[in-house]
């Protein structure tokens, strides 16, 4: 059956027209226009009040349901969503046992069509240390198309910029199919809550045709990008102990070996010192072609640019030769860092002594087609097989997280990704494979095979997410909104 598509009318308003085709990019851009004023009025003020909530996600506040952050922040943004969003809507907080609340709306459709499920989160990383001068982790801060504080752009946005997309369908007189509106409470954490909200809404959600994903990157804030791939992660504590108890340095140094050499030596069985190339085989995969093919048009585009820039000290020099290898290894090579360690003492409350353990958190990047299960048995029996020195050595690997590598793209949402992005930024829609991890991703992906499945988002050049300084730059908000909105109308 055709429907109708749409065309700007000179009120500002969108009119039908009896073609038969999906609304296009026109849809876009009288769309971003409806949202503007909403987004500054009603989306950014929520925001603030979200951003004053210190909603950490379970991994860092183990004590979440006594503390009650992660409820408040659902029940903020569930309020949102039941002021804002269409008539009828269906806006649950939920709570199984022992687990994060979940937001949950199911909001009817206008028309028939296969179900899109929207998905977000709403917990938080810690602060990280200072933010800069007039900066605070979570009290808001705007200045000029920046909203600054902890959560804004990853991910508070999410739920309002799906709730003000529906607003402005409303408004417009735009029909579309359900929606599901998902916004979890432990993506922070590897997302361990979402398989069994997913089980206990299965009926209630259905099969979907398309699922938006609004917790991923951009390259540069002029225009949509769609996520290709994402790397796969494990994340293990690493501890090397030599002594029940510490003892003077003097008296045991050079006969008791350190802990700390002992952990550097098992530490190059993994990665070489000198170049920091991952030398474990299971965790190399070769780029495919068509990837390597997106790869070089980014470095021939954004130049220098392509793989973003760092707050490096002067004179540093970084891996790669030329952006193109440059964003070949942050998407497609593995990557350890030691992110964490305990045994050592500060820097001014160390004593002459030699410490009876070392122990590391090692985060390990995986390639995005890598096995992620293969490469934490790889680790583990290289750091953990013939200890050096008959030192006791423990490997606990604490999470492990399949990369993403985006299935190909349906005709019609190509299409209405490129006339919408052109629409509502001024510039076709780009590619980009990120060197994040994000595990919810291939689990929605194997939980709805049949579906469409794009990941898109607004962390941006210096967006500070997992940092100091995390800012929403607004018109990419709005923007993306109106794609979201227009992809929502186009949908089967």
């Known amino acids: 059956m055709c429907r109708p598509a749409v065309a700007a009318s000179p009120s500002g308003r969108l009119a039908s027209s009896s073609v038969g085709e999906r609304p296009g990019g026109e849809v876009a851009g009288g769309l971003r226009a409806l949202l503007e ?5 009603l989306g950014l003020p929520a925001l603030e009040e979200y951003v004053a909530i210190a909603c950490l996600s379970p991994a860092f506040d183990p004590a979440f349901a006594e503390h009650g952050e992660l409820r408040r922040a659902a029940e903020l943004l569930a309020g949102f969503v039941r002021r804002h969003g269409p008539a009828g809507a269906a806006v649950e907080v939920l709570e199984l046992p022992g687990r994060s609340p979940l937001l949950f709306a199911h909001l009817p459709a206008t028309r028939a069509g296969a179900a899109t499920l929207v998905y977000g989160h709403l917990d938080k990383q810690p602060a990280l240390g200072p933010w800069r001068d007039g900066l605070a982790p979570f009290a808001a801060t705007r200045e000029g198309d920046r909203l600054y504080g902890r959560g804004v752009a990853d991910d508070g946005y999410a739920a309002i910029a799906a709730t003000l997309a529906l607003r402005a369908l409303e408004e417009a007189g735009l029909r579309r199919g359900p929606v599901v509106l998902l916004v979890e409470g432990s993506e922070e954490s590897g997302s361990p809550d979402l398989a069994a909200y997913l089980d206990a809404l299965a009926p209630r959600i259905g099969s979907p045709g398309l699922v938006v994903c609004l917790d991923s990157g951009a390259a540069t804030y002029d225009r949509l990008w769609v996520t290709t791939s994402l790397r796969g992660l494990v994340n293990a504590t690493l501890t090397v102990r030599v002594l029940e108890q510490g003892v003077h340095s003097g008296l045991a140094g050079g006969v008791v070996p350190s802990s700390f050499r002992l952990a550097r030596h098992l530490l ?54 030329s952006p193109a290898e440059r964003l070949e290894r942050l998407a497609w090579h593995p990557a350890l860092e030691v992110t964490g360690a305990e045994g050592l003492p500060g820097r001014l409350e160390a004593g002459n002594v030699l410490r009876p353990l070392t122990a590391l958190r090692l985060s390990l990047r995986l390639p995005p087609t890598c096995d992620a299960s293969r490469a934490a048995e790889a680790l583990g029996a290289a750091l953990t097989a013939d200890p050096p020195a008959g030192a006791a050595v423990t490997l606990e690997v604490e999470e492990v997280a399949e990369g993403f590598d985006a ?11 490129d006339a919408a992005s052109r629409a509502a930024f001024g510039a076709p829609p780009g590619a980009l494979g990120l060197g994040g991890t994000i595990p919810f991703l291939p689990a929605l992906a194997r939980r709805f095979p049949d579906a469409q499945l794009l990941a898109t988002g607004v962390l941006g050049p210096g967006s500070g997410a997992h940092g100091p300084d995390e800012f929403l730059h607004v018109p990419t908000a709005v923007s993306l909104t109106a794609v979201l909105a227009a992809l929502l109308a186009a949908a089967p």
């Open 37 to 41: 004023r909403p987004f500054e009025e």
């Open 268 to 321: 190059e069985r993994v990665e070489d010192g000198a170049t920091g190339e991952v030398r474990l085989a299971p965790c190399r995969v070769t780029p495919p072609e068509h990837r390597r093919a997106e790869i070089a048009a980014l470095a021939a585009e954004l130049g220098e640019d392509a793989a973003g820039s760092f707050p490096t000290v002067p004179g540093l020099e970084l891996a790669g030769a």
């Open 407 to 417: 299935p190909p793209t349906a005709p019609w949402l190509a299409a209405a990704l």
